[in-house]
């Protein structure tokens, strides 16, 4: 059996064992406080924390990534007023899911957020590959070559126990989270995520509406939107609001 039909055989237990703790864990408090292993970016000394979990077979996710991530890094994070925390899901299908977890995770420390970038552009050049019965292995062979992975190197991953056990626990500590769906978000130690009302999708912060001037937020995964957000955040921050400074952590 080759290393990345292996790795998505040993994946479908820990699928299962995923969607069992979603009712005990949604009572659990998301923690926003950055973990060892965590990938992030951005200045420790950032005025806002915002944790994003996002799933590589997550379409909203690829459009997240494409739309409104540039924005949120080079106005935010570039310029030190956000510390931005990446945790990958496992969501259906598990595969795309979990091999991308594994691309990611197996790229040097500073091209995490590069592979990231990749596995959401390639993201339906996968799908479409992957229905037409085609080389998906070559798509992500080529994605690894962009950050410095040769496919000998990717199959070792692939073929590395210690990666199914790491999938396994991003599986796991994302429900213990209380995280639902992808993409969503921490910001201020309370999750930012979409819900249906009669006037359509906004995003509900902490259970509630997100209101920013009295107005609820559409749930647009934009530039525009989360430049709005973020500066709601920070301008909170800067009259003493506590949304999660990383030295309050």
Not at 119 to 129: D, N, R, V
Not at 189 to 201: C, D, F, Q, Y
Not at 214 to 222: I, K, S, T
Request: glycine share 8%; charged share 15%.
């Amino acid at each position: 059996m080759k290393p990345i039909a292996r790795l998505v055989c040993s994946l479908v237990l820990a699928t299962c064992t995923w969607g069992g703790l979603t009712a005990a864990a949604s009572a659990q408090h998301p923690a926003q406080a950055e973990r060892p292993g965590d990938n992030a970016i951005g200045s420790m000394d950032a005025e806002l924390v915002i944790v994003e979990y996002a799933s590589y077979a997550c379409p909203h996710c690829a459009h997240f990534q494409t739309e409104a991530w540039p924005t949120i890094r080079s106005e935010f994070v570039e310029t030190g007023q956000v510390r931005y925390i990446f945790r990958p899901m496992l969501t259906s299908p598990p595969q795309i899911a979990a091999i991308g977890i594994v691309l990611a995770a197996c790229a040097e420390d500073d091209r995490f957020f590069s592979a990231t970038d990749l596995l959401f552009a390639e993201q339906s050049t996968i799908f479409e590959t992957a229905q037409a019965q085609g080389n998906v292995g070559a798509v992500y062979d080529r994605i690894g070559a962009a950050v410095g992975l040769s496919p000998e190197a990717l199959s070792a991953c692939y073929a590395d126990p210690a990666m199914t056990e790491m999938v396994n626990t991003v599986a796991v500590q994302a429900n213990q989270d209380g995280i639902a769906g992808t993409p969503s978000f921490i910001i201020g130690g309370k999750i930012l995520n979409t819900a249906m009302t009669a006037e359509g999708a906004i995003f509900h912060w902490g259970g509630t509406p997100l209101l920013i001037n009295g107005d609820r937020v559409p749930a647009q995964l934009d530039g525009d939107t989360f430049r709005r957000i973020i500066l709601h955040f920070l301008d909170d921050a800067a009259e003493g609001i506590d949304h999660g400074s990383v030295s309050a952590h």
